[in-house]
């Protein structure tokens, strides 16, 4: 448990977490308990006990968030709840990110991936996360509100990145800090949510997006929502949103760059897509993104390699038995997704970066890169989605070199390779 109070967060923080977690499992086995961020924790790397938390007995357990990210967000986002309430937002976030839904976006997301790729490829260096991010937020932004004029998504775009700054700070009210800045630009992007929402009421546009969902609401009394509910659970989604599925991205293009015998392969399979195309000019359609075995299995084990979400957070709400352990009420649990994806006795190798490994469903419970339950990712397809078109108009129109080293592991907090990846894009030269 460490040292009184502080516990191992120093040893935590001072070396790579993952090192941290997977020392501690093969001192102590897959349960064992710490002391971090000023809670007693119970680790658990184990596919059955992480079953058993997420899947088996959630209502045991709570989901917890730091202070500064809840009053950012708003505490009425889903994950932050449980039961009925949780319930509820969560059926209108699945009806919204469906893939009956999802798929009708691929014109949209095919804009969006190449207007990306042509204002890299200048000649200048990028990096590559912050690009990545920029693609996808304005996916997030699509599929929450449908069609949005420029202005708004500029002022949407603009005041989230200053609240997006005050997720890991400390969460003081004293003017002048980044965390009472991103306070104020919370509020402003309340009041933006407000006007998109009076004209969306008024013109009676209730679309089949993620808005139009929370619009609709009515429980059993007719109750609907309220605006800040509806503004919490925005803001909650492009929060789930966006960096997760840019450090993904930026992995992707880290792992087919240092191998490049993969990266001809998969070049080749996103050729024939194109040869097979049922789109017009350069269209990606649906059925074209199921052509892809290779590409898919890249995201696959690019989502278990880099396991951006190493752990998630939950909270026992009782005392709780399990395989002889006693787990008392108030201490933190944390499912150790990486440790889980790392271990050779469920992925041979577990290192090396090899997507012919999905040609075998991994075993049941090993693989969460979505996490598992009922606050399992809900946008799940969406991400896997918009990957797809982006890796198939980079892969069959550009070319990119890395820029300078990029062998370390950053965390933002989500680790991604160091300097965010920087790379050079050029457009590769059309034969047509
Ligand atoms: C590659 C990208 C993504 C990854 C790796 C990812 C991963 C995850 C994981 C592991 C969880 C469960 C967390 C927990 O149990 O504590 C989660 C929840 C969630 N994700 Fe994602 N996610 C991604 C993209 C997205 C996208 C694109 C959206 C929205 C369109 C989204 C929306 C959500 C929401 C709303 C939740 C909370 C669900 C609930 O509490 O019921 N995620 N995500």
């Known amino acids: 448990?460490?040292?009184?109070?502080?516990?191992?967060?120093?040893?935590?923080?001072?070396?790579?977490?993952?090192?941290?977690?997977?020392?501690?499992?093969?001192?102590?086995?897959?349960?064992?308990?710490?002391?971090?961020?000023?809670?007693?924790?119970?680790?658990?790397?184990?596919?059955?006990?992480?079953?058993?938390?997420?899947?088996?007995?959630?209502?045991?357990?709570?989901?917890?968030?730091?202070?500064?990210?809840?009053?950012?967000?708003?505490?009425?986002?889903?994950?932050?709840?449980?039961?009925?309430?949780?319930?509820?937002?969560?059926?209108?976030?699945?009806?919204?990110?469906?893939?009956?839904?999802?798929?009708?976006?691929?014109?949209?997301?095919?804009r969006l991936a190449i207007s990306s790729l042509e204002s890299w490829a200048n000649g200048e260096v990028i990096n590559t996360f912050h690009e990545m991010k920029k693609f996808a937020f304005e996916v997030g932004i699509l599929s929450i509100f449908g069609q949005l004029?420029?202005?708004?998504?500029?002022?949407?775009?603009?005041?989230?990145?200053?609240?997006?700054?005050?997720?890991?700070?400390?969460?003081?009210?004293?003017?002048?800090?980044?965390?009472?800045?991103?306070?104020?630009?919370?509020?402003?992007?309340?009041?933006?949510?407000?006007?998109?929402?009076?004209?969306?009421?008024?013109?009676?546009?209730?679309?089949?997006n993620l808005l139009g969902h929370l619009l609709n609401f009515r429980d059993e009394n007719g109750n609907t929502l309220s605006d800040e509910q509806i503004a919490d659970n925005i803001i909650g989604v492009l929060f789930a949103a966006q960096d997760t599925t840019a450090s993904v991205l930026t992995w992707i293009l880290k792992y087919l760059s240092d191998d490049p015998k993969l990266l001809d392969a998969v070049k080749e399979e996103q050729k024939a897509v194109c040869e097979s195309g049922d789109g017009e000019n350069q269209a990606l359609?649906?059925?074209?993104?199921?052509?892809m075995p290779l590409t898919y299995r890249v995201i696959l084990e690019s989502l278990r390699k880099a396991s951006i979400i190493s752990f998630t957070f939950r909270e026992a709400t009782v005392d709780v038995e399990y395989d002889g352990y006693l787990i008392p009420k108030g201490w933190k649990v944390m499912p150790l997704f990486r440790n889980i994806h790392h271990n050779p006795e469920f992925f041979n190798d577990p290192e090396n970066f090899d997507p012919f490994r999905?040609?075998?469903?991994?075993?049941?419970?090993?693989?969460?890169?979505?996490?598992?339950?009922?606050?399992?990712?809900?946008?799940?397809?969406?991400?896997?989605?918009?990957?797809?078109?982006?890796?198939?108009?980079?892969?069959?129109?550009?070319?990119?070199?890395?820029?300078?080293?990029?062998?370390?592991?950053?965390?933002?907090?989500?680790?991604?390779?160091?300097?965010?990846?920087?790379?050079?894009?050029?457009?590769?030269?059309?034969?047509?």
């Open 1 to 110: 448990m460490g040292w009184p109070c502080i516990g191992e967060t120093l040893q935590m923080y001072s070396q790579n977490p993952n090192v941290f977690f997977t020392s501690r499992q093969k001192r102590y086995g897959d349960i064992f308990k710490t002391h971090i961020l000023g809670y007693p924790c119970v680790m658990l790397a184990s596919p059955e006990a992480a079953r058993f938390v997420l899947v088996e007995q959630p209502h045991l357990f709570k989901p917890t968030y730091p202070k500064s990210k809840e009053n950012l967000i708003g505490p009425s986002a889903l994950f932050f709840h449980t039961g009925n309430y949780h319930a509820r937002m969560r059926k209108l976030v699945q009806a919204s990110f469906s893939p009956e839904v999802t798929r009708k976006l691929i014109p949209v997301i095919n």
């Open 149 to 208: 004029n420029k202005t708004y998504t500029d002022k949407l775009k603009e005041n989230y990145s200053i609240v997006e700054k005050g997720y890991n700070g400390f969460p003081t009210k004293l003017p002048g800090t980044a965390y009472h800045r991103s306070l104020m630009a919370r509020r402003r992007l309340s009041r933006i949510f407000g006007e998109i929402m009076r004209e969306r009421k008024e013109n009676k546009l209730f679309a089949n």
């Open 358 to 432: 999905f040609q075998n469903p991994p075993k049941p419970n090993t693989y969460m890169p979505f996490g598992n339950g009922i606050h399992a990712c809900p946008g799940n397809e969406l991400a896997k989605l918009e990957m797809l078109v982006l890796l198939h108009h980079m892969l069959t129109k550009y070319r990119w070199e890395l820029v300078g080293s990029s062998n370390l592991i950053q965390y933002s907090p989500f680790p991604i390779p160091e300097n965010g990846l920087r790379a050079r894009f050029t457009k590769k030269f059309d034969r047509k």
């Open 285 to 291: 359609t649906w059925s074209m993104t199921r052509k």
